[in-house]
């Protein structure tokens, strides 16, 4: 840490703030769970901040769908965008800080973007509400108060979703001071990821008497080429002719084809297709379930890359909740497509709701099968609402 002391002008009187550094990691933690904002500075998108919203304190993450949590991640934040932001904290002083917390945080993210049910963060977030015991707040009050009226909060989880599972998240590790090798790594690492984020931030503190703590904040990571590396476009939502063209590009013409023959699908019953706005391209299709629009499912490219597949996963809890009846149907063609059965067969067992409940389905398999292709679009007719044929 830097022995400069910063000098504080309060009403003409002057003090004197001294770089401490923290006694105990959690001070740290417990500073960065109050004060957010100290995290909220700029990222490799555009350099624009983006509010955070605690989720939880040592978040435990899932290594297999369904599963209990193997690892605890020091904080969760969500950002204005609902991007997730894994934050892993550490003291200067922690010899883990230079390669072991590396590898740490990136299992936390490999398995939090395929493991982390969305139900379990809302029920985080409900319950983190409920500790602070400030008021009545829910979690979903939380979000709609942190994303303003004109927002709406299912959507605003969604969008949670459709990052989490296309990889577009925040990793940010945190200390008082970034050894120079991690610094290293982290600019290495961000300028080859894409969505996701790799950003360190410094938090000094300095201290003055009369209880004055000031904290100065240093992000690192966000490089030129960083920037250079990720979409130009995020932030602006996907449109079908631009998310066609990037999966042809991504994934191949069958599947593009098959993205166009879902969309097409949407429109057909006056359903709504919801863009997301991540830097892989995300898309929900919405469709009339006993008399309202409501999401049926959920697909993505990609991020590209050869680990990367188009994926698609359906609502189950949503269905379950407003056509149970018909869910028994669309299982009946499911089951048929040799690939879902077995997230098919983790989705009963759970009820359809919460951990094990959003099996994915890969459409890059799919298209080399014309009837698992027709016998997926045969399941989500047979969910949604048909309109009705006028007698004689």
């Known amino acids: 840490m830097a022995?400069?002391?910063?000098?504080?002008?309060?009403?003409?009187?002057?003090?004197?703030?001294?770089?401490?550094?923290?006694?105990?990691e959690d001070l740290l933690q417990q500073l960065l769970a109050r004060h957010p904002d100290v995290l909220a500075g700029g990222t490799t998108e555009g350099g624009e901040a983006k509010r955070l919203l605690l989720v939880k304190r040592e978040m435990g993450i899932p290594t297999h769908e369904g599963g209990t949590s193997t690892f605890s991640l020091d904080h969760l934040f969500l950002d204005d965008q609902g991007v997730p932001v894994v934050v892993e904290v550490k003291r200067s002083s922690n010899k883990e800080i230079r390669r072991k917390v590396v590898g740490q945080m990136l299992d936390y993210a490999a398995n939090a973007t395929r493991y982390w049910p969305i139900p379990d963060l809302r029920s985080s977030l409900d319950t983190l509400q409920a500790e602070e015991g400030e008021s009545d707040m829910t979690g979903d009050d939380a979000i709609k108060e942190f994303i303003g009226p004109e927002g709406e909060v299912d959507e605003f989880w969604k969008s949670v979703e459709s990052n989490l599972r296309s990889g577009r998240i925040r990793m940010i590790f945190v200390?008082?001071?970034?050894?120079?090798?991690?610094?290293?790594?982290?600019?290495?690492?961000?300028?080859?990821?894409?969505?996701?984020?790799?950003?360190?931030v410094e938090v000094p503190q300095y201290l003055g008497g009369n209880d004055?703590?000031?904290?100065?904040?240093?992000?690192?990571?966000?490089?030129?080429?960083?920037?250079?590396v990720k979409n130009p476009a995020a932030g602006d939502y996907w449109t079908r002719e631009r998310f066609v063209e990037v999966s042809a590009e991504r994934t191949g013409e069958e599947v593009a084809t098959l993205f166009d023959r879902l969309f097409d699908q949407v429109e057909t019953h006056h359903g709504r297709l919801s863009w997301g706005r991540g830097q892989s391209p995300g898309v929900s299709g919405w469709f009339s379930l006993d008399n309202k629009l409501r999401p049926v499912w959920n697909a993505t490219t990609g991020p590209g890359g050869p680990a990367s597949h188009p994926t698609l996963y359906f609502y189950f809890e949503e269905l379950q909740t407003r056509v149970p009846h018909r869910l028994v149907e669309a299982m009946r063609f499911l089951e048929q497509i040799r690939q879902f059965r077995p997230g098919l067969d983790r989705a009963r067992r759970v009820g359809f709701t919460g951990p094990g409940s959003f099996p994915s389905l890969r459409l890059d398999q799919l298209v080399t099968a014309k009837e698992d292709v027709d016998t997926l679009f045969a399941a989500i007719d047979s969910v949604i609402d048909q309109p009705e044929v006028a007698d004689g």
């Open 175 to 200: 200390a008082d001071e970034l050894p120079d090798e991690l610094v290293r790594i982290i600019e290495f690492l961000n300028e080859q990821m894409n969505p996701a984020e790799v950003l360190g």
């Open 3 to 24: 022995d400069q002391a910063i000098f504080l002008i309060q009403s003409g009187k002057q003090t004197v703030l001294h770089p401490e550094p923290y006694e105990k």
């Open 212 to 228: 004055v703590q000031v904290l100065v904040p240093r992000l690192v990571g966000a490089t030129k080429a960083a920037v250079d």
